[in-house]
């Protein structure tokens, strides 16, 4: 069983950039797919991005394409969300989750099928 907790956050200027980080603990890391997701205030959780376990995928929504970045190592047992050119509707919750399974075998977009999460860490993008 693993436990994750995320840091990073805060507030940053439109065009800024931020780098979150996601610690793991007491599991095999490298045996997780490993994901990040937002919230907002009122909205539902969505998917940012996803990394396999190997790190070799990468997966982003559209909207973060091309500014995000995730990636991960192993023998840290870290995952980070590098974020660049942000945006006021980037702010929210980022929550990164981890689930102990091949990217092939879930849909890793949906929060649902993930079983471990950390406390979230806050982004807020000042216009």
């Known amino acids: 069983q693993v436990q994750l907790v995320e840091s990073g956050g805060g507030l940053v200027q439109e065009g800024g950039s931020l780098r979150l980080s996601c610690a793991a603990s007491?599991?095999?890391?490298?045996?997780?797919?490993m994901a990040w997701f937002r919230q907002a205030p009122g909205k539902e959780r969505e998917f940012v991005s996803a990394?396999?376990?190997?790190?070799?995928?990468?997966f982003y929504t559209d909207s973060v394409s091309g500014r995000f970045s995730i990636s991960r190592d192993n023998a840290k047992n870290l995952a980070y969300l590098q974020m660049n050119t942000l945006k006021p509707e980037d702010t929210a919750v980022y929550y990164c989750?981890?689930?102990?399974?091949?990217?092939?075998?879930?849909?890793?977009?949906?929060?649902?099928?993930?079983?471990?999460w950390g406390q979230g860490t806050q982004v807020t993008v000042s216009s």
């Open positions: 007491g599991g095999t890391f490298s045996s997780y797919t």
């Open positions: 989750a981890g689930k102990q399974s091949s990217y092939k075998t879930f849909n890793y977009a949906n929060a649902g099928p993930y079983n471990y």
């Open positions: 990394i396999s376990r190997s790190g070799g995928n990468t």
